[in-house]
Protein backbone atom coordinates (compact mmCIF):
# COMPACT_ATOMS: atom_id res chain seq x y z
CA UNK A 1 0.00 0.00 0.00
CA UNK A 2 1.21 3.46 -0.67
CA UNK A 3 0.06 6.77 0.70
CA UNK A 4 0.09 10.72 -0.97
CA UNK A 5 -0.62 13.90 0.02
CA UNK A 6 -0.75 15.78 -3.62
CA UNK A 7 -2.24 19.52 -3.26
CA UNK A 8 -4.13 21.64 -5.82
CA UNK A 9 -4.67 24.89 -6.84
CA UNK A 10 -8.21 25.22 -8.43
CA UNK A 11 -8.41 27.96 -10.16
CA UNK A 12 -12.04 28.33 -10.98
CA UNK A 13 -14.72 30.88 -8.88
CA UNK A 14 -17.45 29.07 -9.89
CA UNK A 15 -16.96 26.00 -8.33
CA UNK A 16 -17.95 25.76 -4.63
CA UNK A 17 -16.47 23.74 -2.31
CA UNK A 18 -19.62 20.89 -2.84
CA UNK A 19 -18.53 20.88 -6.56
CA UNK A 20 -15.44 20.43 -6.14
CA UNK A 21 -16.21 17.30 -3.61
CA UNK A 22 -18.80 15.94 -5.86
CA UNK A 23 -16.42 15.77 -9.16
CA UNK A 24 -13.54 13.82 -7.00
CA UNK A 25 -16.28 11.57 -5.63
CA UNK A 26 -17.50 10.74 -9.11
CA UNK A 27 -14.08 10.33 -10.16
CA UNK A 28 -13.71 7.30 -7.77
CA UNK A 29 -12.02 9.50 -4.36
CA UNK A 30 -15.07 8.09 -2.07
CA UNK A 31 -12.12 6.94 0.44
CA UNK A 32 -9.74 9.79 0.33
CA UNK A 33 -9.14 12.54 2.78
CA UNK A 34 -9.73 15.84 0.66
CA UNK A 35 -9.45 18.67 2.98
CA UNK A 36 -10.05 22.90 1.60
CA UNK A 37 -7.88 25.15 2.07
CA UNK A 38 -8.33 28.89 1.33
CA UNK A 39 -7.20 30.57 -1.99
CA UNK A 40 -9.34 27.58 -3.82
CA UNK A 41 -6.76 25.19 -2.46
CA UNK A 42 -7.29 21.46 -1.82
CA UNK A 43 -5.57 18.68 -0.75
CA UNK A 44 -6.04 14.76 -0.78
CA UNK A 45 -4.44 12.12 0.98
CA UNK A 46 -5.41 8.24 0.11
CA UNK A 47 -3.33 5.18 0.18
CA UNK A 48 -4.03 2.74 -2.62
CA UNK A 49 -2.36 -0.28 -4.12
CA UNK A 50 0.29 0.89 -6.68
CA UNK A 51 4.02 -0.07 -7.50
CA UNK A 52 5.24 3.28 -6.54
CA UNK A 53 4.96 6.39 -4.93
CA UNK A 54 5.53 8.07 -8.15
CA UNK A 55 3.02 5.87 -10.33
CA UNK A 56 0.35 6.73 -7.74
CA UNK A 57 0.62 10.28 -7.92
CA UNK A 58 0.57 10.39 -11.82
CA UNK A 59 -2.88 8.44 -11.91
CA UNK A 60 -4.25 10.39 -9.17
CA UNK A 61 -3.04 13.89 -10.78
CA UNK A 62 -4.56 12.47 -14.17
CA UNK A 63 -7.86 11.52 -12.58
CA UNK A 64 -8.32 14.86 -10.88
CA UNK A 65 -7.23 17.04 -14.02
CA UNK A 66 -9.66 15.05 -16.01
CA UNK A 67 -12.62 16.02 -14.06
CA UNK A 68 -11.47 19.74 -12.77
CA UNK A 69 -9.63 20.74 -16.13
CA UNK A 70 -8.39 24.01 -14.03
CA UNK A 71 -6.98 21.99 -11.13
CA UNK A 72 -2.68 22.57 -11.07
CA UNK A 73 -0.67 20.69 -8.82
CA UNK A 74 1.55 22.59 -5.81
CA UNK A 75 2.80 19.61 -3.82
CA UNK A 76 2.91 15.94 -3.62
CA UNK A 77 4.58 13.63 -1.29
CA UNK A 78 6.92 11.94 -3.80
CA UNK A 79 10.09 13.87 -4.23
CA UNK A 80 9.99 13.75 -8.02
CA UNK A 81 6.58 15.61 -8.06
CA UNK A 82 7.92 19.06 -6.54
CA UNK A 83 6.71 20.82 -9.74
CA UNK A 84 7.94 24.26 -10.98
CA UNK A 85 4.24 25.11 -10.54
CA UNK A 86 5.42 25.50 -6.31
CA UNK A 87 7.65 28.48 -7.20
CA UNK A 88 4.75 30.24 -8.41
CA UNK A 89 2.41 29.80 -5.47
CA UNK A 90 0.90 32.99 -3.95
CA UNK A 91 2.65 33.58 -0.56
CA UNK A 92 -0.63 34.31 1.33
CA UNK A 93 -2.42 31.66 0.22
CA UNK A 94 0.60 29.36 0.71
CA UNK A 95 0.39 30.15 4.29
CA UNK A 96 -3.19 29.14 3.89
CA UNK A 97 -2.26 25.50 3.82
CA UNK A 98 -1.39 25.01 7.67
CA UNK A 99 -4.89 26.60 8.14
CA UNK A 100 -6.01 25.26 11.47
CA UNK A 101 -9.39 26.03 10.72
CA UNK A 102 -9.27 23.43 7.79
CA UNK A 103 -11.60 20.41 9.26
CA UNK A 104 -10.06 17.69 7.43
CA UNK A 105 -12.79 15.28 8.12
CA UNK A 106 -15.56 17.20 6.30
CA UNK A 107 -14.89 15.77 2.52
CA UNK A 108 -14.39 12.18 4.39
CA UNK A 109 -18.22 12.14 5.87
CA UNK A 110 -19.45 13.89 2.42
CA UNK A 111 -18.35 10.84 0.73
CA UNK A 112 -19.48 8.45 3.41
CA UNK A 113 -22.88 10.06 3.42
CA UNK A 114 -22.87 10.29 -1.07
CA UNK A 115 -21.87 6.39 -0.68
CA UNK A 116 -25.14 5.40 1.33
CA UNK A 117 -27.37 7.52 -1.02
CA UNK A 118 -25.87 6.01 -4.08
CA UNK A 119 -26.41 2.49 -2.39
CA UNK A 120 -30.02 3.46 -2.28
CA UNK A 121 -30.52 4.30 -5.75
CA UNK A 122 -32.52 0.77 -7.30
CA UNK A 123 -30.53 1.03 -10.74
CA UNK A 124 -27.52 1.43 -9.43
CA UNK A 125 -26.90 4.52 -12.15
CA UNK A 126 -24.24 7.05 -11.01
CA UNK A 127 -24.59 10.38 -12.94
CA UNK A 128 -21.25 10.78 -14.89
CA UNK A 129 -19.27 14.12 -14.99
CA UNK A 130 -21.82 15.97 -17.48
CA UNK A 131 -20.41 15.85 -21.32
CA UNK A 132 -20.73 19.30 -21.84
CA UNK A 133 -17.87 20.53 -19.14
CA UNK A 134 -15.15 21.67 -21.02
CA UNK A 135 -11.99 18.97 -21.08
CA UNK A 136 -8.32 18.93 -21.72
CA UNK A 137 -6.35 18.00 -24.94
CA UNK A 138 -4.47 14.81 -24.03
CA UNK A 139 -1.21 16.72 -24.16
CA UNK A 140 -1.92 19.14 -21.46
CA UNK A 141 -1.83 15.70 -19.30
CA UNK A 142 1.76 14.51 -21.33
CA UNK A 143 2.92 18.34 -20.27
CA UNK A 144 1.52 17.86 -16.48
CA UNK A 145 2.64 14.39 -16.13
CA UNK A 146 5.45 13.70 -18.28
CA UNK A 147 7.02 16.37 -20.16
CA UNK A 148 9.17 18.16 -16.98
CA UNK A 149 11.01 14.40 -16.81
CA UNK A 150 11.98 14.50 -20.24
CA UNK A 151 13.38 17.75 -20.05
CA UNK A 152 14.74 17.41 -16.81
CA UNK A 153 16.61 14.29 -18.90
CA UNK A 154 17.93 16.73 -21.69
CA UNK A 155 15.29 14.98 -24.01
CA UNK A 156 14.52 17.61 -26.80
CA UNK A 157 11.43 17.80 -28.95
CA UNK A 158 13.51 15.77 -31.68
CA UNK A 159 14.03 12.87 -29.34
CA UNK A 160 10.43 12.83 -28.33
CA UNK A 161 9.40 13.00 -31.47
CA UNK A 162 11.49 10.12 -32.81
CA UNK A 163 10.14 7.66 -30.00
CA UNK A 164 6.71 8.45 -30.47
CA UNK A 165 7.20 7.77 -34.06
CA UNK A 166 5.67 10.95 -35.09
CA UNK A 167 7.54 14.45 -36.93
CA UNK A 168 9.11 17.64 -35.56
CA UNK A 169 6.23 19.44 -37.00
CA UNK A 170 3.69 16.40 -35.41
CA UNK A 171 4.87 16.55 -31.75
CA UNK A 172 4.69 20.40 -31.79
CA UNK A 173 1.20 20.53 -33.12
CA UNK A 174 0.57 17.62 -30.34
CA UNK A 175 1.81 19.99 -27.99
CA UNK A 176 -0.26 22.94 -28.78
CA UNK A 177 -3.56 20.76 -28.61
CA UNK A 178 -3.47 20.54 -32.92
CA UNK A 179 -3.19 16.77 -33.08
CA UNK A 180 -5.24 14.44 -31.94
CA UNK A 181 -4.13 11.49 -30.68
CA UNK A 182 -4.99 7.97 -32.90
CA UNK A 183 -4.66 4.23 -31.73
CA UNK A 184 -0.85 4.04 -32.80
CA UNK A 185 0.13 6.93 -31.08
CA UNK A 186 -1.65 6.07 -28.02
CA UNK A 187 0.85 3.17 -27.73
CA UNK A 188 3.49 4.69 -27.91
CA UNK A 189 2.21 7.62 -25.63
CA UNK A 190 1.80 4.23 -23.22
CA UNK A 191 5.32 2.93 -24.38
CA UNK A 192 7.20 5.99 -23.37
CA UNK A 193 5.18 7.47 -20.45
CA UNK A 194 3.50 3.72 -18.95
CA UNK A 195 0.25 5.16 -18.90
CA UNK A 196 -2.20 3.07 -20.69
CA UNK A 197 -3.25 3.80 -24.11
CA UNK A 198 -7.09 3.28 -23.24
CA UNK A 199 -6.97 6.48 -20.82
CA UNK A 200 -5.02 8.82 -23.66
CA UNK A 201 -7.88 7.31 -26.28
CA UNK A 202 -10.26 8.51 -23.75
CA UNK A 203 -8.82 11.48 -23.17
CA UNK A 204 -8.98 12.35 -26.66
CA UNK A 205 -12.28 11.31 -26.78
CA UNK A 206 -13.83 13.44 -24.15
CA UNK A 207 -12.22 16.69 -25.54
CA UNK A 208 -13.20 15.73 -29.12
CA UNK A 209 -17.02 15.17 -27.57
CA UNK A 210 -16.46 18.79 -25.57
CA UNK A 211 -15.53 20.69 -28.60
CA UNK A 212 -18.71 19.66 -30.40
Not at 46 to 56: G, P, V
Not at 84 to 97: G, H, R, W, Y
Not at 169 to 197: C, H, W, Y
Request: contains cysteine; glycine residues 4%; negative net charge.
Amino acid sequence: MVEVVIRFEINNDSLTLDDIDDCLFEAGFDDAIISHSGGGTIAIELTRDAISHAKLVESVVATVMSVIPSAKVIHASSDSWQTSQKQNINPIKNKDLANPRVDVSISRIRSQQKLRSIAEIEDGDIVDIPDDKELLHPARYFEALYLHKFRAQGLSNSDLSKVLGLSVEQFSDFLKGNEGVAITFAKRLEEVTGMPSEFWLRTQSKFDNSRK
